[in-house]
């Protein structure tokens, strides 16, 4: 077959097209027209999206200098060499197709052209009213098993660390992972997510709110044991407070009721109580130092999230390809009469080679 391609004459061929050249028009046209329904029949779609970068290390803020000051305050300040647990980059695209993530996310609200008053994303992608054509009748053809009314289900299990979803809901996370995508960039750290969407102000606001869950999910990871960890010190702090200023109370009290008197119970008894209260000062000290040094660190591991390419509302849709479409559709339609030559041509050459 490689022997016949090389000597077909290629004259010949460009012979036989130009005879057929009628038949590649009308090829083409019916090309055309193909690329012409295929634009009619496709959904438009428009993306867009934003680029930030995530600053979880804080090693801008050398905050270890600090532990010389507090020493010196009679303050204890371990703040060097602590290492804050982050979530890696790389389980971002993890997170956003999560179904915890999806879900939150299908029940956010958007604002349409087709509803005075703004809907939910799931209502919107279900909706027929709000879709037409396509991806509203995709979604409520998947969910044919789907009992009528059931459209959420609670988190179920202990803690609520079970999600489950109904079908309803599974179809819209399904289509919604289709939709949203995210870009990391390890050389600079940026990470790039895009929304695309039929509308291009629907676009928009699912693609800031997906931007912002993203950051909130970030700063929630990388907080979490600082966080239990002031809230632990916060309750001692209270507790340890209120027993302060009790014994505070007591020892004022004592000693204006006993100031003109002097005895040697009353004594032991004013010592005992100074001692307590000195006992309570310490630990109240200590603790207010702990709790300072706990919201130092909250403030430390907070992430600073700069956002490098804002999100805007797309001016032209990104899906169909009006005019590429059907021309390559057309030109495809051509080269299709071209082949039907060439293979014509090669057929023609081995049947004169077995003659």
Do not use: C
Not at 142 to 158: C, E, F, N, T
Not at 284 to 298: C, H, M, R, T, Y
Not at 334 to 342: E, K, R, S
């Amino acid at each position: 077959m490689a022997d016949n391609i090389k000597e077909v004459d290629l004259v010949g061929i460009v012979r036989e097209i130009w005879r057929r050249k009628w038949k590649a028009v009308k090829y083409g046209i019916g090309g055309l027209i193909v690329g012409i329904v295929v634009v009619i029949f496709t959904p438009t779609r428009y993306t867009t999206g934003s680029v930030f970068v995530a600053q979880i290390d804080a090693s801008s803020l050398d905050l270890s200098n600090l532990g010389g000051l507090a020493a010196m305050a009679g303050v204890s300040s371990p703040l060097a060499g602590r290492s804050p647990s982050t979530l890696s980059p790389r389980l971002y695209p993890q997170v956003i197709s999560s179904s915890a993530f999806l879900k939150e996310l299908m029940y956010t609200k958007v604002n349409t052209k087709k509803s005075p008053v703004p809907v939910t994303l799931s209502e919107y992608l279900t909706n027929p009213a709000y879709q037409g054509f396509s991806l509203g009748k995709l979604i409520s053809g998947i969910m044919p098993h789907s009992k009528p009314g059931v459209d959420s289900l609670p988190a179920v299990g202990a803690g609520h660390d079970i999600l489950e979803l109904s079908p309803k809901e599974a179809a819209v996370a399904g289509a919604l992972k289709g939709m949203i995508g995210i870009t990391l960039d390890t050389k600079n750290g940026s990470i790039a997510v895009s929304v695309t969407m039929p509308e291009a102000l629907v676009a928009a606001e699912v693609a800031s709110t997906v931007v912002n869950m993203l950051q909130r999910y970030i700063t929630d990871f990388k907080l979490e044991k600082a966080n239990q960890k002031l809230a632990f010190i916060q309750e001692r702090y209270n507790e340890i407070k209120a027993d302060y200023y009790g014994k505070l109370a007591s020892i004022s009290t004592y000693r204006d009721a006993h100031r003109n008197i002097s005895t040697e119970v009353g004594r032991i008894q004013e010592q005992k109580m100074s001692d307590e209260y000195n006992i309570a000062y310490v630990l109240f000290n200590d603790i207010s130092g702990q709790l300072e040094q706990a919201k130092l660190d909250v403030k430390k591991d907070t992430p600073i999230f700069t956002i490098v390419d804002p999100i805007t509302i797309p001016t032209r849709p990104t899906a169909p390809r009006r005019l590429r479409t059907p021309m390559i559709f057309a030109v495809l339609g051509g080269l299709i009469m071209v082949g039907q030559v060439v293979i014509a041509q090669m057929r023609k050459k081995e049947d004169e080679d077995e003659a």
